[in-house]
């Protein structure tokens, strides 16, 4: 027999679980596009208790929409070890050009992150970050219709030992830090010239402060970079990239 009180149950004493699992965590990330989604499978895999923080209903920010609403997207040859690491499919359109559905980009991104164990948070909007000793240690968090509605509730606090600002475009993460703590500045991000900005947007992403690591359409927005449409490379290396320096960071941490 299905009973319904049951099933209340079931949800909110899982979900509760997962909420306490998550709001201590190695790494917390803000925003669930191609960079976020990325970042958050290699740090998972590496053995990092990862917790993702998506404002909105879906993960895939970016992604789904491809190119003007056309959902394929396009990911050049020196991110194809990211496609294969993920088990993503593409169709050579010429040499340096690959074809990838946006709908199993996304798809695939979002299942590889959760199966490879990241606490997933959807409806959490990131509003503000803690700061202690000079070092972000932390994030306010509320539910998304809380700040949709206007209504008067407050927010509550996570702790991370490393946060990355994957919320794209409008690096929400830095500008707060940038606003509220100084010592960092926003460039904003510059005009369309995609082969400046992918390989930019690669080889800047990093600590912007203390604690505080970028990663995707970010680093462009922090660093005064171009943009660059619906190639995705960029995004996917940027976001493989962030993992690396954060295993980097934390591990040394450990050791010493
Ligand atoms: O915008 P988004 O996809 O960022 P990205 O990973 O990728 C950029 C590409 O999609 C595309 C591009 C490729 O060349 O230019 O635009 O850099 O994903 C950012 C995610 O962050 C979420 C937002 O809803 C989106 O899913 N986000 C933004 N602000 C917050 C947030 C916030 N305050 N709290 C939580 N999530």
Redesign the pocket.
């Known amino acids: 027999m299905i009973d319904e009180i049951k099933i209340t149950k079931a949800i909110a004493s899982s979900f509760m679980d997962k909420f306490l699992k998550g709001i201590e965590c190695d790494v917390a990330i803000?925003?669930?596009?191609?960079?976020?989604?990325?970042a958050s499978y290699y740090l998972a895999r590496s053995g990092f208790k990862v917790s993702i923080?998506?404002?909105?209903l879906?993960?895939?920010?970016?992604?789904w929409g491809g190119g003007m609403m056309f959902n394929q997207?396009v990911v050049q040859k020196s991110a194809l070890d990211v496609l294969d690491e993920f088990g993503i499919s593409y169709e050579e359109f010429d040499e340096n050009h690959y074809i990838v559905d946006a709908i199993e980009l996304a798809g695939t991104l979002i299942y590889k992150a959760v199966k490879a164990g990241v606490s997933v948070f959807n409806l959490?909007?990131?509003?503000d970050v803690m700061i202690k000793n000079g070092r972000i240690s932390g994030l306010v968090?509320n539910w998304?219709a809380v700040e949709m509605s206007g209504l008067h509730v407050d927010p509550m606090t996570i702790s991370a030992k490393a946060v990355v600002d994957?919320?794209?475009?409008?690096a929400?993460?830095c500008r707060l830090v940038a606003k509220k703590a100084g010592r960092l500045e926003i460039k904003g991000e510059r005009f369309m010239h995609?082969e400046e900005?992918?390989k930019g947007?690669v080889e800047r992403t990093s600590e912007v402060f203390p604690g505080l690591f970028v990663?995707?359409?970010?680093?462009?927005a922090v660093y005064g970079l171009p943009?660059?449409?619906?190639?995705?490379g960029?995004?996917l290396l940027?976001?493989k990239r962030v993992a690396e320096l954060i295993s980097e960071k934390l591990k040394g941490k450990a050791r010493s």
Request: no cysteine; proline share 4%.
């Open positions: 803000v925003g669930a596009g191609p960079s976020g989604l990325t923080f998506e404002k909105k879906s993960l895939g920010g970016g992604i997207v959490t909007t990131v509003e968090i998304s994957a919320t794209g475009h409008d929400v993460v995609a900005g992918e947007v990663t995707g359409m970010a680093v462009a943009r660059m449409g619906p190639i995705f960029g995004m940027s976001g």
